[in-house]
């Protein structure tokens, strides 16, 4: 995904190189710098030219959740200047950006992190690394760099596991983003050529040489890249794309014709992705669908809309890189505040909710990678959760403020009792238990807020006795909330007692893994895959069971056959109003 292109020194008000303006009056890429006034607005177009402000401080309070944020990138363990692209890539994390050095070992503008060392790629590439996507056997990256060691690869090489190679002559400018479909590597940016052919602002290579799209390409430069329900999805400072008008994104499913979705964005789009189905892009613009987004929205297939409700959607300031982790929606930029909350430079979104990342960093974030239970952060921030970090930061184990181990519901002749167990806990207040009611109404059934256990019940003896469903709204020591779950307790009852459920073996894993679980007699039975916030990700059973063993796999994957992402999942199993659940973890 993409981080902003040309940015002279970092915004953590000058801990990197200083780099000589790119624009000046006469300068032939003047046009461009206009482009990236029009479209972020003129404090980015400064950021864009080296003159940079002064980042904004973290946030002030300290924080709990700073003890997710790890402390080895200090001083020359982390990198010597910015980094603007990360990927997962053969069990390590692949950074590229400004710097020459990770770690105090010379790189090039490329390194790899693997088991706690850094180490070059290869002879590395000569200059600024902006995008990174996987490409077949290969690792694509593309950027600024002209060419590394005997054979030239302009802006844009691949990485085949022992040295890179050029993709035909490459193109004439700055590579901002990569993507694949179909088998082939799409490249957005500033160039206007590829293999020496007109190629504006978007190409693709099919492993013979470099095309352009049947409409032609955009008429100012593509900024991110990505594909959504088969279809190449660009976002960027355009206006036009193949001649059609299309405000800031467009995207193009046949091959040929770029289409508009909706009527696009007021402003730049900086970065794509996907969350929970949707469309997710974000940049400098306020409004997407003439619906007011402030710099991050989704487009559901119809319609864009904004993240969150009222008048505190989105963030403000500049979004420029998306990820999802933990069942959250990561998301990173130039801002101090998300869904009205503080949040300096990082925050998630789960669905219905912000939340700060502890103090979050003291500088721009442009990139993601996870790994396991670790997010990686890159961008232009020397300090990451009040510790030093040079340019790069990992955050391990839950976004969330608690990780619950179980929730489930018991029904019995008093009503329905409500368990819960904390796996853990940071920056936590306590909980309230909330019921479902007709019309998708939650109503408060806690009259005080429960705190200090590790093991909870609650009791609501007027839970009616059709299906009813429960959620715990657990409230951080700041008044941030969050909603986990829900649990459903069937109408009928059962007993507990002999109903077992297995640790899930492997566990951790990272393909597929089985739990066993025992019902003490015949009964319909329900199991189900939920994440750390109690969202249903797969149904695995659904149905009449005998009584006896019987034995849950699971592949990682959602109900929608896409792959889960890394993080901390249950196995529930339902039984008569009954539910026991087992933990896993899933890694990719």
């Not at 566990?507 to 066993?516: E, K, L, Y």
């Not at 339902?574 to 896993?584: D, E, H, P, Q, Y």
């Amino acid at each position: 995904m993409f981080s902003l292109s040309r940015r002279g020194s970092d915004e953590t008000g000058g801990s990197s190189r200083p780099s000589p303006p790119l624009f000046s009056p006469g300068s032939a890429a003047l046009p461009l710098f206009m482009a990236i006034v029009l479209a972020f607005g003129l404090p980015m177009a400064e950021r864009a030219a080296g003159r940079l402000p002064s980042a904004h401080a973290q946030a002030s309070l300290p924080s709990d959740a700073d003890a997710h944020w790890w402390d080895g990138f200090a001083g020359d363990s982390g990198l010597e200047n910015r980094s603007e692209a990360m990927i997962t890539h053969q069990n390590s994390i692949v950074v590229g950006g400004w710097f020459t050095q990770a770690g105090g070992v010379v790189t090039g503008a490329v390194a790899r992190w693997s088991g706690g060392t850094w180490s070059p790629v290869g002879l590395g590439l000569s200059n600024t690394v902006y995008a990174f996507t996987p490409y077949g056997n290969s690792l694509a990256a593309g950027g600024d760099f002209a060419a590394s060691g005997p054979n030239p690869r302009a802006r844009i090489a691949a990485w085949n596991g022992t040295e890179w190679t050029p993709l035909g002559s490459g193109l004439n400018s700055s590579v901002y983003a990569l993507s694949v479909l179909g088998g082939s590597l799409v490249a957005g940016g500033a160039f206007t050529q590829a293999d020496e052919a007109a190629a504006p602002y978007v190409a693709y290579w099919d492993n013979v040489g470099w095309n352009t799209f049947g409409s032609g390409g955009m008429n100012m430069p593509v900024y991110a890249l990505t594909t959504h329900d088969g279809c190449v999805v660009a976002g960027g400072a355009f206006t036009q794309a193949g001649g059609v008008p299309c405000s800031y994104v467009a995207k193009l499913c046949d091959g040929a014709t770029w289409e508009p979705l909706g009527s696009g964005m007021n402003g730049g789009v900086r970065v794509l992705g996907e969350y929970n189905g949707d469309l997710i892009a974000g940049g400098s613009f306020t409004t997407a669908g003439g619906v007011t987004a402030n710099r991050i929205a989704r487009w559901d297939g119809t319609a864009w809309s904004a993240l969150g409700s009222g008048a505190d959607v989105g963030t403000n300031g500049t979004v420029s890189a998306l990820t999802v982790f933990d069942g959250h929606l990561i998301v990173g930029g130039f801002f101090s505040a998300a869904g009205g909350r503080a949040a300096s430079n990082i925050a998630a979104w789960d669905g219905r909710d912000w939340r700060a990342m502890g103090s979050g960093t003291d500088g721009a974030v442009t990139c993601f990678a996870s790994e396991s239970e670790s997010l990686f952060v890159g961008g232009g921030f020397i300090h990451a959760g009040r510790k030093e970090s040079f340019h790069i930061a990992k955050w391990v184990g839950s976004v969330t403020a608690v990780t619950l181990a179980s929730f489930f519901a018991e029904r019995s002749d008093r009503g329905v009792m409500i368990r819960w167990e904390v796996a853990e806990e940071r920056d936590h207040a306590g909980f309230h238990v909330f019921r479902g009611e007709p019309g998708g109404e939650r109503r408060r059934l806690t009259p005080r807020i429960l705190s200090g256990q590790d093991e909870y019940q609650f009791l609501d003896p007027q839970a009616p006795w059709t299906s009813v469903s429960y959620w715990l709204q657990e409230v951080s020591r700041s008044g941030e909330a969050t909603w986990l779950g829900p649990v459903i307790a069937p109408p009928g009852g059962g007993s507990p007692a002999g109903l077992a459920v297995s640790d899930a073996r492997p566990n951790p894993f990272g393909a597929r893994t089985t739990c066993t679980y025992t019902l003490p007699e015949a009964g319909w039975t329900w199991v189900t895959v939920h994440d750390a916030q109690g969202r249903r990700v797969r149904t695995l059973s659904d149905g009449e069971e005998n009584a006896g063993p019987h034995e849950a796999a699971w592949d990682g994957r959602d109900e929608g056959g896409a792959p889960a992402a890394s993080g901390v999942y249950f196995i529930r199993v339902s039984w008569n109003g009954v539910t026991r659940a087992t933990r896993l973890i899933l890694s990719r």
